[in-house]
């Protein structure tokens, strides 16, 4: 267990809507990092968020957006949704921003039909 | 383009035998890369990782080499058991300008056989 929980596990929903993923990093940890893995690729890296700013993006497109609360957690907004956006979502986190190990989530596993 | 490979989708190997994944990068910006290892259904778990400044890391049956002038490094498990058997993946970081986002490998899936 790496200390990282994702919500929901699951999700199906129908193309055209919207969907909120929620993560909440190991205690203490700052940084929150979105990575979406599609059945033929890698894991693609979307966003990151440090104590509640944006730091970096990635390969995040427009109709998806994300944001950290004040305790922490962040949820990964998708909207308009398409049959490719069917992927894993991982969250994970890390203490800082100075790069090392990220820890990751059990992943939402999104399905658009 | 993808800056991190693994050109060896799948291996096979004998349990109690060295296992040895390979990992080729081509962004010289990397300075930190990682092993995770991933279960179905289940997120990656960190392994094991090194620094740019060191050629050589181990922590248990876990070694990784680091070749920087190859762009290359690799995964040494010895010896391989069993609860091995996983999607292992390469990452990494281009510290601090990079904004610590974790460049992934498409995997290697080792099987690990009695």
């Known amino acids: 267990d790496s200390g990282v929980t994702q919500t929901p596990k699951h999700l199906i929903t129908a193309t055209g809507q919207r969907v909120t993923l929620r993560c909440s990093p190991r205690?203490?940890?700052?940084?929150v990092y979105w990575y979406q893995q599609s059945l033929d690729q890698g894991l693609q890296f979307l966003i990151h968020?440090?104590?509640?700013?944006?730091?970096a993006k990635g390969n995040i497109l427009e109709r998806f957006s994300a944001q950290q609360f004040p305790d922490l957690h962040s949820e990964l907004n998708l909207s308009s949704l398409e049959l490719g956006d069917s992927a894993l979502y991982f969250c994970?986190?890390?203490?800082?921003?100075?790069?090392?190990?990220?820890?990751f989530g059990p992943g939402t596993r999104l399905t658009v039909t | 383009d993808q800056q991190v490979k693994q050109n060896s989708p799948s291996l096979s190997v004998q349990e109690g035998r060295i296992s040895i994944l390979n990992c080729d990068y081509t962004?010289?910006?990397?300075?930190?890369f990682l092993w995770y290892k991933k279960y179905p259904a289940e997120g990656p778990t960190f392994l094991i990782s090194?620094?740019?400044?060191?050629d050589k890391n181990e922590d248990g049956r876990f070694t990784v080499f680091l070749n920087k002038s190859a762009k290359h490094l690799s995964l040494h498990i010895v010896p391989s058991q069993p609860g091995d058997s996983a999607v292992y993946f390469c990452?990494?970081?281009?510290?601090?300008?990079?904004?610590?986002?974790?460049?992934f490998g498409t995997g290697t899936q080792l099987k690990v056989e009695l």
């Open positions: 994970a986190s890390s203490p800082g921003t100075g790069g090392g190990e990220q820890y």
């Open positions: 205690s203490g940890d700052l940084s």
């Open positions: 968020y440090y104590n509640g700013e944006e730091r």
């Open positions: 962004n010289s910006m990397f300075d930190y």
């Open positions: 090194i620094s740019s400044i060191k």
């Open positions: 990452a990494a970081s281009a510290g601090l300008g990079g904004g610590n986002k974790l460049t």
